[in-house]
């Protein structure tokens, strides 16, 4: 990570300073929005004979609300611009910093070790890679393990017995989620190579048009690109299949996960253990903070 950000200069220091300042207050900012939403819940049924009170606390809680979503805007300002604008700064260094670095070679690098276009395309693409690291995706890094620290604090500290119910199932729907992505991986690489293979088949065939004439192969050319063609259809009917029953199946755990937890909590509520609000907060919340 030192090597990763050593272009940085004092400026960007305290850019990054006040983006992963942002990140960890916009991280928090949806638990800790469910904590106070869970106390409004619970105005409504607590003092359900008292109306005047339940007024005064919901403007109370609608207070909390605007106080949460200005820290929300502010924070993800600082966040996406502060990253951003240094991830910019540090990529500039590097590609000048890169670029005297080529020019400073003898001639003979060039002859043998390096082709000019695997320079233009290290300060072109490479650079855009890091930036990509060290701007937006470390920003998002901070930004979701605050939500997931978060999450698990406003659920333990609310109602421990659900959260623990909640911890349960959420490596249920990541497993489920999992396997999804790498059966897609896999069927979304088969699909890639046979497309290629059908691209190298009519690039050949165009390439070398007057053999193709002379020896009358336009039939047999035709007949295996449409072939090539006819395994890429194949695997992209699977494809979809294997995306529709993902989908279909990470959803439908989900929401038997939300039956699950609603049944306890509503068990907890009756029982005295918690009530409503914090049930639905520590619900929200832990499973926020697992996904």
């Known amino acids: 990570m030192r090597d990763l950000f050593r272009f940085a200069d004092g400026l960007d220091r305290v850019l990054m300073a006040v983006g992963t300042l942002g990140a960890l207050v916009h991280g928090c900012s949806l638990p800790v929005f469910l904590r106070f939403f869970a106390d409004l819940v619970d105005s409504f049924g607590s003092h359900a004979d008292d109306p005047d009170t339940m007024v005064r606390l919901v403007v109370k809680y609608a207070f909390y609300f605007l106080v949460v979503g200005a820290a929300i805007w502010a924070s993800s300002w600082a966040e996406i611009s502060c990253w951003m604008w240094t991830g910019e700064r540090q990529s500039t260094r590097m590609r000048i910093r890169y670029l005297q670095a080529a020019l400073k070679q003898d001639v003979s690098f060039f002859d043998t070790d390096v082709r000019t276009s695997d320079v233009i395309y290290a300060i072109n693409a490479d650079a855009v890679i890091v930036q990509d690291a060290i701007s937006e995706k470390l920003g998002n890094l901070i930004h979701y393990m605050a939500t997931f620290v978060a999450g698990f604090v406003v659920g333990f500290t609310a109602a421990w017995q659900l959260a623990l119910v909640t911890l349960a199932v959420v490596p249920l729907i990541a497993v489920i989620g999992g396997l999804t992505a790498a059966t897609m991986g896999k069927l979304s690489s088969k699909s890639q190579d046979a497309l290629s293979s ?4 009519a690039e050949q065939a165009l390439s070398q048009i007057r053999i193709v004439q002379s020896f009358v192969g336009e039939q047999r050319v035709a007949q ?23 989908l279909g199946g990470t959803y439908f755990t989900v929401f038997c996960c939300y039956a699950l937890l609603l049944w306890y909590g509503g068990h907890l509520v009756r029982g005295h253990h918690t009530n409503g609000g914090l049930a639905i907060a520590t619900m929200f919340s832990v499973m926020i903070g697992g996904l």
């Open 224 to 246: 295996a690109y449409s072939a090539a063609l006819a395994v890429a259809q194949s695997i992209g009917y699977r494809n979809g299949f294997a995306k529709g029953l993902g």
């Open 198 to 201: 059908a691209s190298n088949i």
